[in-house]
């Protein structure tokens, strides 16, 4: 299985500060996408990262709000911006592996906003 | 609303019994996964089946598809303790071209008593 890690694994930040996510992904990871979970909830797709250029975002998401860096094939920042209570959330980094359309995830990083 | 659909919600059983949950979606699919996700951590994948497949297996595990009905079962078999976490389904969807992001259901939580 492809091996996904994340940084930080939570944090605590103020209102209208911004927080940068970091994953690291294993080479049989072709795509990565950005998940969030809200409390108690399912997980909603945020845009899939793609290498080298602007990530594809869904609907309800901006890339103001939610800037998506890959510079290559393995790393991928998710940055929060401009933070309010209701980013307050646990984000999910995920890979999909070529060849087996797995889709592993990272450890998520659980963020609380004050 | 969702693609995936579970139920039920929740799920409550004894140490040694069987738990099934169930899965609905609504359109054509490539594949289905099931996760494990122990309280405000990250998912563990359990199974990937095909849209091609209609059962398989993994230690414990039992995962059932049925293309006709749209719908898939997760089985886990003589449960324990350790089980207990929230299972969510998720669907990639065939919608062509290189589109594979997953659609998550809302869960079902599943406690088992020991």
């Known amino acids: 299985s492809a091996v996904i890690s994340q940084k930080p694994s939570r944090d605590i930040c103020q209102r209208g500060t911004s927080l940068t996510i970091q994953c690291q992904v294993d080479s049989q990871v072709t795509m990565m996408f950005w998940y969030r979970q809200q409390p108690g909830q399912s997980l909603t797709l945020i845009a899939t990262a793609n290498q080298g250029s602007e990530a594809t975002y869904e609907s309800g998401f901006v890339i103001d709000k939610f800037p998506i860096s890959r510079p290559n094939l393995t790393f991928s920042t998710l940055t929060v911006s401009n933070m309010s209570p209701e980013d307050s959330s646990i984000y999910l980094c995920?890979?999909?592996?070529?060849?087996?359309?797995?889709?592993?995830f990272g450890p998520g990083t659980r963020l609380t906003v004050l | 609303s969702q693609q995936g659909e579970e139920d039920p919600q929740a799920l409550s059983i004894q140490e040694g019994e069987n738990a099934t949950m169930n899965c609905s979606y609504k359109?054509?699919?490539?594949?289905l996964q099931w996760y494990r996700q122990n309280s405000g951590r990250g998912l563990v994948h359990l199974i990937l089946?095909?849209?091609?497949?209609r059962e398989k297996h993994s230690g414990r595990l039992r995962v059932t598809l049925d293309t006709s009905k749209k719908s898939s079962s997760l089985l886990i078999t003589a449960s324990r303790a350790a089980d207990t976490a929230s299972y969510f389904c998720a669907t990639e969807l065939n919608s062509g071209g290189s589109n594979y992001k997953l659609t998550f259901g809302k869960g079902t939580l599943l406690t088992v008593n020991p």
């Open positions: 089946i095909r849209s091609n497949e």
């Open positions: 995920s890979g999909r592996q070529g060849g087996t359309d797995t889709q592993y």
């Open positions: 359109t054509s699919i490539n594949n």
